[in-house]
């Protein structure tokens, strides 16, 4: 048996809902983390190449937060490939749960069409592994449990955990499709990906054959130009994973502040879980963003509404000039 925290909120999650099959971490910004959204988001920016951190934290009232920093950096190169690599852990309860992965990806940029091949197709791959390990030692069970004196570290258990940690190797792919053609008033982008597509092994599972179950992302949105100098950017995002289903909308609203300086508003809504402002700017080639999940399931009325933080950075290297088609194409939320 975990500790008495994490018992209430597993048992709160039952009390609301089926048990969900999703296992990995999900982010308000994901178009910040490209790596874990869609591998053919891979050099998709405005430059040479793009590095990238984004820091969530969650569930903090109830016991150990759920925390989950993620570093990437993308390269785009001259002959129709872009390459990449990232990371990701996360720290989640009272028993030392951390989740890792590390990825290589390399996306093709050779499908364009239209008149001036500014209609364009990117097909990405995604390669690594995945870690799972939790500490034994951070866990508390039945049978330390004395009437008497109460639980007593102490005491010996008959539970044996014999595989405290799990590693295994893992693949995705995605496609993204985006419209760059200047000086429209609406610029379209959408991409579709999956992710665990080699079923890596869940050896923490206690039914045979277990696997981690496939996600699959959709995500779609629209660059809307209202003038030279303001676009508000609607978006969406849809991912499934086993029995477990996120839907989020949103939108936010980019405007010139200074010559080298851009300022972004907008929100997101998680349905049945989140609503979720966000906010930041562009300097140059440095972007920071933040936002803020403010919970309003049913589960928030029972955990003194614990809600979720999320911080961004992004810094983008150039050496060639800008061009009017890559404005669009690296959406900031």
Same mark, same amino acid.
């Given at each position: ?55 969530? !934290? ?50 093709? !940029? ?224």
């Amino acid at each position: 048996m975990k500790s008495l925290k994490f018992i209430c909120l597993f048992s709160l999650t039952l009390a609301m809902q089926n048990v969900k099959a999703q296992v990995d971490p999900h982010f308000t910004q994901y178009y910040v983390y490209p790596s874990w959204l869609n591998p053919a988001l891979t050099g998709v920016f405005d430059g040479d190449w793009r590095a990238s951190a984004i820091y969530r !934290t969650q569930w903090g009232n109830i016991t150990s937060p759920f925390s989950t920093p993620g570093v990437s950096v993308d390269f785009q190169t001259n002959k129709n490939a872009n390459f990449g690599i990232s990371a990701l852990n996360q720290t989640a309860g009272d028993g030392g749960y951390n989740y890792t992965t590390a990825y290589g990806n390399a996306a093709f !940029t050779g499908l364009r069409f239209g008149v001036n091949e500014t209609h364009r197709v990117v097909i990405g791959m995604q390669f690594g592994f995945i870690q799972r390990r939790f500490n034994p030692n951070k866990l508390s069970f039945g049978d330390q449990w004395n009437p008497i004196t109460g639980y007593n570290p102490s005491n010996p258990t008959g539970d044996i955990i014999a595989n405290n940690t799990t590693s295994s190797f893992d693949m995705g792919a995605g496609v993204l499709y985006f419209d760059g053609t200047p000086g429209k008033k609406a610029n379209i982008y959408g991409g579709f990906a999956m992710s665990h597509i080699t079923k890596p092994k869940d050896q923490f599972s206690n039914i045979d054959g277990a696997v981690i179950p496939i996600r699959y992302t959709a995500h779609a949105g629209m660059r809307i130009a209202v003038n030279p100098n303001f676009s508000i950017t609607p978006n969406l995002l849809y991912l499934r994973q086993g029995t477990a289903e996120e839907k989020m909308l949103g939108a936010y609203a980019q405007f010139k502040a200074a010559a080298n300086t851009d300022l972004m508003l907008g929100a997101n809504y998680r349905f049945e879980d989140a609503i979720s402002p966000y906010a930041g700017f562009v300097h140059k080639n440095f972007m920071v963003g933040v936002s803020y999940d403010i919970n309003a399931s049913d589960l928030g009325k029972y955990v003194n509404g614990s809600n979720s933080f999320e911080v961004s950075v992004s810094f983008i290297g150039k050496t060639k000039v800008k061009t009017p088609e890559a404005e669009f194409i690296c959406p900031r939320l």
